[in-house]
């Protein structure tokens, strides 16, 4: 008897660890209505996370010293409605401020 009850809760457990990973692969990131800010977005995986966050909804505020790269981001995003360009010297304290400020304040509208 006490072998049957062993053998029940272990193959409950076994298949509650496969519905919660099936559950986990299956489903599928939601970040509509969120900000996400990325910093060094112009290529590399600043790039590629401005692309998924943007496909997954979020409004993309991409960063980085060079303009042309955050535009080619921009325009290769799944939604550019949804991404905003900050061209952002992150190694200046005084710009980061500023910057920052500013499109807080843009967001808050």
């Known amino acids: ?19 919660t990973l099936l559950k986990r692969k299956i489903a599928k990131p939601d ?3 969120k900000t996400v800010w990325i910093t060094g977005a112009a290529s590399g995986l600043g790039e590629q996370m401005a692309y998924e966050f943007n496909r997954v909804g979020a409004h993309v505020i991409i960063s980085d010293l060079r ?7 921009q325009e290769s995003s799944s939604a550019p409605e ?3 360009c ?3 010297d992150m190694s200046n304290f005084a710009e980061i401020e500023t910057k920052t400020a500013e499109v807080l304040k843009k967001l808050e509208k």
Not at 8 to 13: D, P
Not at 67 to 73: F, R, T, Y
């Open 1 to 19: 008897m006490l072998c049957c009850i062993s053998t029940v809760v272990f193959g409950l457990a076994l298949l509650y660890g496969l519905y």
């Open 82 to 84: 949804r991404v905003e």
């Open 31 to 33: 970040f509509t209505g």
């Open 86 to 88: 900050v061209r952002m």
């Open 67 to 73: 303009d042309e790269g955050l535009k080619k981001v």
